[in-house]
């Protein structure tokens, strides 16, 4: 539970607060965007202004119920059994942002795709009650696609509670987690149907993305949107490899996706595919040296 005497000074007057326990996860500034922001002085969430709206007041109940830290606070919780049932939310075409993030990954994103060939589960969520119901009445999980050894989460208890094939990369000991599909080698392999899983080393030895539909690219923890709507990535986060990370980002220029939809950091709808690859352009440039 939030702690009321550790309040965040910056945190705006009201109801909604963040303490001193949170991890900068940015879950709730994904999730409420209105109400919370980024206090840069100390690098941590806290509450911008106070939620107005109905529709504000469910999605900050959204981010209380999501922090893997439990730092969000409030008075009110009329709208816990809301915020509950409104998760995973929906972005587009069948693709949901799950939230409840996990401190074991730290606050990692994770997302349900709903899918012909069977539901698929791109990393994993807290093992939440409620997430886990809401999940099982869109149909349960046939796959559980671990993009890398960092954001595995509570996948044994979604594994059991719905019987999916999990699938990771060898490089990432997905043996030692008793994963059901080892993945090997770096070429893409076809999961099923549109679903293909591309082998991206460099923020860890095995890290993949997976591209959906040629639309949606769940990228893990070494690709993700900035807030000036730019691509970013890090070298202090390639915890393998810098140079095989932009080898890996310059690969993604073979591939159309308009979402990029990372487990740390923002989101990133761009207007085309064309004006992805433009972004995705820049970034490789950066990563190499030459801007």
Same mark, same amino acid.
């Given at each position: ?22 991890i900068d ?6 999730l409420a ?5 980024r ?12 939620p107005?709206?109905?529709?504000e ?7 209380l119920?999501?922090c ?6 409030s ?11 409104a998760?995973?939310?929906? /972005?587009e ?6 939230g409840?993030?996990?401190?074991k ?6 997302? /349900? ?5 069977g539901n ?15 999940i099982?009445?869109?149909?349960g999980v046939?796959?559980?696609f ?6 595995v ?13 999990r ?6 000991g ?6 059901e599909?080892?993945?090997?080698g ?12 591309i082998?991206l080393p ?23 949107g ?5 691509l970013?990535?890090?070298r202090?986060?390639a ?9 890996s ?9 308009e979402?990029?939809?990372p ?10 595919p064309r ?12 990563m190499r040296g030459?801007?």
């Open positions: 539970m939030a702690r009321a005497s550790a309040r965040l000074p910056s945190n705006a007057p009201g109801d909604y607060y963040v303490d001193d326990s949170c996860c940015a879950m709730c500034r994904f965007p209105a109400v919370f922001r206090d840069d002085s100390v690098g941590l969430s806290v509450v911008g202004r106070q107005v709206t109905d529709g007041r469910l999605r900050s109940a959204m981010a119920v999501s893997p830290t439990s730092s969000i606070g008075a009110d919780k009329s709208l816990a059994r809301a915020a509950a049932h998760l995973p939310d929906p /972005l075409d069948g693709v949901f942002f799950c409840y993030a996990s401190e990954s730290y606050g990692a994103s994770s997302y /349900l795709v709903a899918n012909d060939s698929v589960l791109v990393d994993s969520p807290r093992a939440a009650a409620p997430l886990m119901d809401r099982g009445e869109l149909g046939r796959f559980m671990l993009s890398h050894k960092d954001d989460a509570d996948h044994a208890k979604y594994a059991a509670r719905f019987g999916c094939e699938i990771m990369h060898a490089d990432d997905a043996a030692r987690l008793g994963v599909r080892v993945l090997e770096q070429a893409d392999i076809r999961l099923a149907g549109d679903l293909v899983a082998p460099g923020h860890t030895r095995g890290s993949m993305a997976l591209l959906y539909k040629e639309k949606f690219l769940f990228t893990g923890d070494h690709l993700w900035e807030d000036d709507g730019t970013g990535a890090s202090s986060v915890w393998y490899s810098w140079a095989k990370q932009t080898e980002m310059a690969r993604l220029l073979d591939y159309s996706f979402w990029v939809l487990g740390h950091g923002s989101p990133l709808r761009a207007e085309s004006d992805m690859r433009a972004k995705l352009e820049v970034l490789v440039d950066r030459r801007s």
